[in-house]
C-alpha cells in the first residue's frame, strides 16, 4: 500500500524538456516544406497520369466536365461534330408599307438536317410569314450566309408542335444523330448550335444544363419542353441542343425575355420531334384537324366533382387567333359538350378532335363562373 503510494508520488515525474524559439521555428519551417513538397509530388505525379478527357468527351462513358479546360474541350468536340448538321434559314416575303407599298421583309432562323437528301427540320415560327405569301420565299444555307442559297419548299408543319419540315435539292448532307430525350436528367449537360441574331453569326456555340423538364410555357402549345440555362437568342430557333455526345435532344424553339426570367430556354424534346417530322414526311401534310387549346391532365372527374364543379375537359390554354379562340373559348373553361358527346374524361375529347375534320364547324357546351354556354367551332388545320 506504502509502495503504491510512493511510485504515484509527484516527486518522481520526469521534468519536461523546455525548447527554445528558434528550435520551434527551425521545425515550423521544414515541416511547410517537407508538406510543400509532398503536394508538389502528388500535383505532377496526377498531371503524368491523367489522360486527356477529350478522348471520352463524345463516347458517352465516364464523362467529366467538371475543370473549365476540360469542359472547353468537350464544347469544342461537340461543336466540330454537330456544325455540318445546322443549317441558316432565311425566308423572304412581301409586306405593306407605311405609306401603301410593299416593301420586301426578311427573317432569319435555325434548322436541322433530318436526311442526307435534303430534308431540313425548323420551327413553324421561322417559316410562318413566308408560308402562302404570293412572293413568299425561303432559303437554306449550309455553311455560311455568303455560301450557295438553297430554295426550299415546305413538306409540311405542325403549328402546336412548332415543327416544319423542309426540303432542298441537295445530295451527301450530314443527318444529325437522335439522343432519346426520355432519358433526359436535370442538371446533365447539354450544348446549343444555331444563329443567333441572324445568319452573320452562323453556327454559334454555347452551352449549359437541363434546368427542368416537361415545361409547358405557351398558350399556342400543348408540348412539353426542356427548360436549359444554356444562351438561345433569335435566330437560335429550329437550332440544335444536344448532348455531350454530340446527339440531338430537342430543337431550340423559344426563349423567355424578360428582367425576371435571365436564362430560361426552351426546346422540343427529340422524341417529339423525330414522331412528328417522320409523319409530316410520311403523310406529306395530310390535312389534321385542329382548334387550338390545350387541355389539362390535373383534373379527373372524381377531381372535379370534389370542388363542385361539373365533369368535363378543363382548358389549360388557348392559342392567339386560333379556332377556339375565335370561338370565344377562355382558360379555366370545362368543356362538357363536345359535338354532342358528352365529355366524361380529357381523353374523350382529344379523340373527338382528331376525329374532326378540318373546316367542320362543332357544337361545343362549356361551363364557367356557374354558367353553361354554347359556341360553334370552326375546326381549323393544324398543317
Same mark, same amino acid.
Given at each position: 500500500?506504502?509502495?503504491?503510494?510512493?511510485?504515484?508520488?509527484?516527486?518522481? +515525474?520526469?521534468?519536461?524538456?523546455?525548447?527554445?524559439? !528558434?528550435?520551434?521555428?527551425?521545425?515550423?519551417?521544414?515541416?511547410?516544406?517537407?508538406?510543400?513538397?509532398?503536394?508538389?509530388?502528388?500535383?505532377? &505525379?496526377?498531371?503524368?497520369?491523367?489522360?486527356?478527357? $477529350?478522348?471520352?468527351?463524345?463516347?458517352?462513358?465516364?464523362?467529366?466536365?467538371?475543370?473549365?479546360? $476540360?469542359?472547353?474541350?468537350?464544347?469544342?468536340?461537340?461543336?466540330?461534330?454537330?456544325?455540318?448538321? #445546322?443549317?441558316?434559314?432565311?425566308?423572304?416575303?412581301?409586306?405593306?408599307?407605311?405609306?401603301?407599298?410593299?416593301?420586301?421583309?426578311? !427573317?432569319?432562323?435555325?434548322?436541322?438536317?433530318?436526311?442526307?437528301?435534303? &430534308?431540313?427540320? $425548323?420551327?413553324?415560327?421561322?417559316?410562318?410569314?413566308?408560308?402562302?405569301?404570293?412572293?413568299?420565299?425561303?432559303?437554306?444555307?449550309?455553311?455560311?450566309?455568303?455560301?450557295?442559297?438553297?430554295? %426550299?419548299?415546305?413538306?409540311?408543319?405542325?403549328?402546336?408542335?412548332?415543327?416544319?419540315?423542309?426540303?432542298?435539292?441537295?445530295?451527301?448532307? $450530314?443527318?444529325?444523330?437522335?439522343?432519346?430525350?426520355?432519358?433526359?436528367? #436535370?442538371?446533365?449537360?447539354?450544348?446549343?448550335?444555331?444563329?443567333?441574331?441572324?445568319?452573320?453569326?452562323?453556327?454559334?456555340?454555347? &452551352?449549359? #444544363?437541363?434546368?427542368?423538364?416537361?415545361?409547358?410555357?405557351?398558350?399556342?402549345?400543348?408540348?412539353?419542353?426542356?427548360? +436549359?440555362?444554356?444562351?438561345?437568342?433569335?435566330?437560335?430557333?429550329?437550332?440544335?441542343?444536344?448532348?455531350?455526345?454530340?446527339?440531338?435532344?430537342?430543337?431550340?424553339?423559344?426563349?423567355?425575355?424578360?428582367?425576371?426570367?435571365?436564362?430560361?430556354?426552351?426546346?422540343?424534346?427529340?422524341?417529339? #420531334? @423525330?414522331?412528328?417530322?417522320?409523319?409530316?414526311?410520311? @403523310?406529306?401534310?395530310?390535312?389534321? %384537324?385542329?382548334?387550338?387549346?390545350?387541355?389539362?391532365?390535373? &383534373?379527373?372527374?372524381?377531381?372535379?366533382?370534389?370542388?363542385?364543379?361539373? =365533369?368535363?375537359?378543363?382548358?389549360?390554354?388557348?392559342?392567339?387567333?386560333?379556332?377556339?379562340?375565335?370561338?370565344?373559348?377562355?382558360?379555366?373553361?370545362?368543356?362538357?359538350?363536345?359535338?354532342?358527346?358528352?365529355?366524361?374524361?380529357?381523353?374523350?375529347?382529344?379523340?373527338?378532335?382528331?376525329?374532326?375534320?378540318?373546316?367542320?364547324?362543332?357544337?361545343?357546351?362549356?361551363?364557367?363562373?356557374?354558367?353553361?354556354?354554347?359556341?360553334?367551332?370552326? =375546326?381549323?388545320?393544324?398543317?
Amino acid at each position: 500500500m506504502n509502495d503504491f503510494n510512493y511510485m504515484n508520488n509527484d516527486t518522481f +515525474t520526469k521534468p519536461k524538456k523546455r525548447y527554445g524559439l !528558434g528550435a520551434v521555428l527551425l521545425c515550423s519551417i521544414l515541416a511547410a516544406v517537407i508538406g510543400a513538397g509532398s503536394c508538389l509530388a502528388v500535383m505532377v &505525379y496526377y498531371r503524368q497520369n491523367q489522360k486527356p478527357s $477529350t478522348e471520352n468527351s463524345l463516347s458517352g462513358t465516364n464523362i467529366n466536365i467538371n475543370v473549365e479546360e $476540360t469542359a472547353q474541350s468537350v464544347v469544342e468536340a461537340v461543336a466540330k461534330k454537330v456544325t455540318p448538321s #445546322v443549317v441558316g434559314i432565311r425566308t423572304t416575303s412581301s409586306v405593306m408599307s407605311f405609306f401603301g407599298g410593299s416593301q420586301e421583309a426578311t !427573317g432569319d432562323g435555325s434548322g436541322v438536317v433530318f436526311s442526307a437528301d435534303g &430534308y431540313i427540320i $425548323t420551327n413553324y415560327h421561322v417559316i410562318s410569314d413566308a408560308i402562302g405569301k404570293q412572293n413568299g420565299k425561303i432559303e437554306v444555307f449550309l455553311e455560311s450566309k455568303d455560301d450557295k442559297a438553297y430554295s %426550299a419548299s415546305v413538306i409540311g408543319y405542325n403549328i402546336s408542335a412548332d415543327l416544319a419540315v423542309l426540303k432542298i435539292d441537295a445530295k451527301g448532307l $450530314t443527318p444529325i444523330k437522335f439522343s432519346d430525350s426520355n432519358n433526359l436528367k #436535370v442538371g446533365q449537360y447539354v450544348i446549343t448550335v444555331g444563329n443567333p441574331g441572324g445568319l452573320e453569326f452562323m453556327d454559334s456555340v454555347t &452551352y449549359g #444544363v437541363i434546368s427542368g423538364l416537361n415545361r409547358v410555357v405557351s398558350s399556342n402549345s400543348e408540348i412539353e419542353l426542356i427548360q +436549359t440555362d444554356a444562351a438561345i437568342n433569335p435566330g437560335n430557333s429550329g437550332g440544335a441542343l444536344v448532348d455531350v455526345k454530340g446527339e440531338l435532344v430537342g430543337i431550340n424553339s423559344a426563349k423567355i425575355v424578360s428582367e425576371e426570367f435571365e436564362g430560361m430556354g426552351f426546346a422540343i424534346p427529340s422524341n417529339t #420531334v @423525330k414522331e412528328i417530322c417522320e409523319n409530316i414526311i410520311e @403523310k406529306q401534310n395530310a390535312p389534321e %384537324a385542329y382548334i387550338g387549346i390545350s387541355i389539362s391532365e390535373r &383534373y379527373s372527374p372524381s377531381v372535379l366533382e370534389y370542388y363542385g364543379y361539373p =365533369v368535363g375537359a378543363v382548358v389549360l390554354s388557348v392559342a392567339d387567333g386560333s379556332p377556339a379562340d375565335e370561338a370565344g373559348i377562355e382558360r379555366g373553361d370545362i368543356i362538357t359538350e363536345f359535338d354532342g358527346t358528352a365529355i366524361s374524361r380529357y381523353q374523350i375529347l382529344e379523340n373527338l378532335i382528331e376525329q374532326a375534320s378540318p373546316g367542320e364547324k362543332i357544337a361545343v357546351k362549356i361551363y364557367r363562373s356557374g354558367k353553361y354556354y354554347s359556341t360553334t367551332i370552326t =375546326v381549323g388545320s393544324n398543317n
